[in-house]
């Protein structure tokens, strides 16, 4: 079945620390997302990538990083700079941009030790 | 830059009643897309509206983007226990790049 898979599902940080979240599809889209969602709010996107080699800031990109060497995989770094990273992180796709309908993953709860 | 809203924040509903949510844009939009999104899950594309007054119709779902495209409401008739989530507006300004959720309107069914 194709689908987005998102890993881990729980991920704890410590202080100072860089982590990366992963974010595979094998749906065949050329764009990905990666949102932010605290308790009581919206997505927030964090970044996005229309394509291969190549992608773009969203409203709250500070403090993260990512990368699109593979059509398939979106990872996003979550940087020490970023000072309050405890969110739920959805990455998303969607066969173009600006997406038709975004297909999510099931996410990553990220935690500060 | 672009805000989108959504009233009400929470709504709770016996079973059998009617649901409505509004979504407002500061600005126009292109398109208007709703997500739902079950507690504990991901959100899940509903429909996307792209004319302008434009009424679609899932069942028990009726979908409006209004004649402006700075609006859209969602609503539910005779809502069921399966209906409980959050339900998301989203769209991409007719001026920018990216793509804005709103807050989202959470549903409680009581049985």
């Known amino acids: 079945d194709g689908g987005i898979t998102q890993s881990p599902k729980y991920l704890f940080r410590k202080e100072g620390q860089n982590v990366t979240l992963s974010c595979e599809q094998n749906?065949?889209?050329?764009?990905m997302y990666w949102y932010r969602q605290d308790p009581g709010q919206g997505l927030r996107l964090i970044y996005y990538s229309q394509i291969v080699n190549d992608f773009q800031k969203g409203d709250i990109a500070e403090g993260y990083s990512v990368s699109r060497e593979k059509k398939e995989s979106f990872p996003l770094t979550v940087t020490s700079a970023q000072k309050n990273p405890t969110a739920f992180y959805l990455c998303?796709?969607?066969?173009?941009?600006?997406?038709?309908?975004?297909?999510f993953g099931d996410g990553t709860r990220l935690s500060i030790l | 830059g672009q805000q989108v809203m959504q009233i009400p924040q929470y709504q709770h509903v016996q079973e059998g009643e009617d649901f409505t949510t509004y979504c407002n844009s500061s600005?126009?939009?292109?398109?208007i897309q709703w997500y739902k999104q079950r507690p504990g899950g991901h959100p899940v594309f509903l429909i996307q509206?792209?004319?302008?007054?434009e009424v679609k119709k899932q069942k028990r779902l009726t979908f409006q983007f209004g004649e402006a495209k700075k609006n859209s409401s969602l609503h539910i008739t005779a809502t069921q226990t399966t209906d409980v989530g959050t339900y998301f507006c989203a769209g991409k300004s007719n001026y920018g790049q990216n793509f804005v959720f709103g807050p989202g309107t959470r549903l409680s069914v009581l049985p």
């Open positions: 600005t126009t939009l292109s398109n």
């Open positions: 509206l792209v004319k302008s007054g």
């Open positions: 749906l065949n889209h050329d764009a």
């Open positions: 998303a796709s969607s066969v173009g941009h600006p997406p038709r309908d975004q297909h």
